[in-house]
């Protein structure tokens, strides 16, 4: 799908309040309401924009703490990584998995209440996981920078 500058502006202002009405949106991004109804369902459609959430507060959701994870697996064939992939997807604590390249096969983040929350993930979830060697963790301190807004245009 080939983006104009009214579909920048429109991705720009859904990412930073998603809620905001049709109405002020077309405004923002000087559009008839109609043409920027149409606009948006097409980025809908299109699967560019995938969906809406709310974003709750970590801290206050009582999940403070960020624990980075790095995975190593005994082997890295096809039928592991799949096993570990669908295993991973079953831990709430969980907000992110990527495979990696480099030293370590896997980097997770998991959210925790504090050290004692997290050492009850790793006994119960993350050394049973399927194929796993090695696992390696880090806390992060504090949070510097966190968005979900992606640099559109």
Sequence with gaps: MKLDR????????LQSDGRISN?????RAKLSESACLRRVRAL?????????????????????????????????DLTELKAFEEAVQEIPEVMECYLMSGEHD????????????????HQRYLTRLPG???VNSSFALRTVRKTNQLPIG
């Design 132 to 134: 796993v060697a090695r």
């Design 106 to 121: 896997y980097v997770l983040r998991v959210v925790v209440a504090d050290v004692n929350d997290y050492e009850r993930i």
């Design 6 to 13: 009214f579909d920048h502006t429109i991705l720009s202002v």
């Design 44 to 76: 809908e459609a299109s699967g560019l924009i995938k969906g809406y959430v709310a974003q709750v507060d970590q801290a206050k959701a009582g999940l403070p703490v960020n624990v980075f994870v790095n995975i190593t697996l005994v082997h890295q």
């Design 23 to 27: 109405v002020d949106l077309a405004d």
